[in-house]
């Protein structure tokens, strides 16, 4: 049964997935529910929604903005060069891709037209805001032992408005959302960079993100193993 929050529709509440989540879901369940979401605006421009991808057994997620236009078509997030970075990135810090979920955010894509081609728009606080209760599911059905923030729209949705990346990044924390908690920049922004060289640094600092979560991995599984107690 899906959460009893009212409808923006029904009375001028701000925005809200929250009625179309269905409450203590498994990600399937989720995922088949968020393809109806009408939470917000977005979904009238969106081709679809674009749900997260990765098992019930991450131990890591992975949250970026929002899709991009061929995330839009497919129908899956990062499948487009940033994707394609970040996979890389992921393995050279030695990270196990099958246990990485990975989602965004916004689940629709926000975009304006410029000629043929849709241009990314950031999404606003209260499309964030609207859409949290799908990433609050996706976070209860995983539980993972870390949550790792992809650039400002996502540090701010979960670590607060006034979280910067700029003077966090690769700080580890504990908070509600995971024991392990991080702040990175998106690959997108990497992507963006103004030349060859430039490129290249911030994606060994980048790397080096995802290799102080790697260790922080490392010990809390030791830690766990530690307290665990004996066989038999």
């Excluded at 991808?53 to 129908?75: H, N, T």
């Excluded at 030695?94 to 990314?120: C, M, Q, S």
């Excluded at 870390?146 to 701010?156: E, F, I, M, P, W």
Aim: hydrophobic share 40%; proline share 7%.
């Amino acid at each position: 049964m899906a959460r009893r929050t009212p409808h923006p529709a029904d009375g001028g509440e701000a925005a809200s997935a929250a009625p179309f989540v269905p409450a203590h879901a498994s990600l399937a369940r989720l995922r088949e529910a968020a393809a109806g979401c009408r939470g917000c605006h977005l979904w009238e421009r969106g081709t679809q929604t674009v749900f997260g991808v990765g098992g019930r057994g991450a131990d890591v997620v992975l949250v970026g903005e929002q899709p991009g236009d061929r995330e839009d078509r497919e129908g899956h997030p990062f499948v487009g060069p940033a994707g394609r970075l970040l996979e890389a990135a992921l393995a050279e810090a030695g990270l196990d891709r099958r246990r990485v979920y990975l989602t965004n955010a916004v689940k629709h894509f926000k975009w304006e037209p410029r000629g043929k081609r849709r241009i990314h728009l950031k999404p606003n606080a209260a499309e964030v805001s609207a859409c949290r209760p799908w990433l609050e599911a996706e976070l209860e059905a995983i539980r993972p032992l870390a949550v790792v923030c992809l650039g400002a729209t996502a540090a701010q949705a979960l670590l607060g408005k006034g979280f910067k990346v700029t003077e966090h990044r690769g700080e580890v924390r504990s908070t509600a959302l995971a024991p392990l908690v991080m702040a990175t920049v998106h690959p997108s922004s990497i992507l963006r960079a103004r030349d060859d060289e430039a490129r290249r640094a911030e994606r060994a600092r980048f790397v080096q993100d995802l290799e102080v979560l790697r260790r922080a991995l490392a010990r809390a599984a030791g830690g766990a193993r530690e307290g665990a107690p004996p066989p038999g």
